[in-house]
């Protein structure tokens, strides 16, 4: 079994900053890739941003410049730094990580999300 547990979402005003946080435990034998994915009322899922093992990065045009991907390989974490937060940035943020287990075979895991909500 492999969890992913979300953590730092919440309530910030324009401009603000917010730091998520996603821990993987469990059955993991390595991760290849994680990222954040986020949802708002009434859209799809979309990709915010995205990191491989060896530390590529990607992002959504629309937040390039204002959010940074890192993740801590030693801890099985991926982090989500964002700045300059704007009310379009509000959604659920949702972790993904591309995994092998012990078992040697390669899944997909979601974790349970995290509110992001940015208004004054």
């Known amino acids: 079994q492999v969890q992913l547990v979300e953590s730092g979402g919440g309530l910030v005003q324009p401009g603000g900053s917010l730091r998520l946080s996603c821990a993987a435990s469990?059955?993991?034998?390595?991760?290849?890739?994680m990222g954040w994915y986020r949802q708002a009322p009434g859209k799809q899922r979309e990709l915010v941003a995205a990191?491989?093992?060896?530390?590529?990065?990607n992002y959504a045009d629309s937040v390039k410049g204002r959010f940074t991907i890192s993740r801590d390989n030693a801890k099985n974490t991926v982090y989500l730094q964002m700045n300059s937060l704007k009310p379009e940035d509000t959604a659920v943020y949702y972790c993904?990580?591309?995994?092998?287990?012990?078992?040697?075979?390669?899944?997909?895991?979601w974790g349970q999300g995290t509110q992001v909500t940015v208004s004054s």
């Open positions: 993904n990580a591309d995994l092998t287990t012990m078992s040697l075979n390669v899944y997909d895991y």
């Open positions: 469990g059955s993991i034998f390595s991760i290849n890739a």
């Open positions: 990191i491989t093992s060896g530390g590529s990065t």
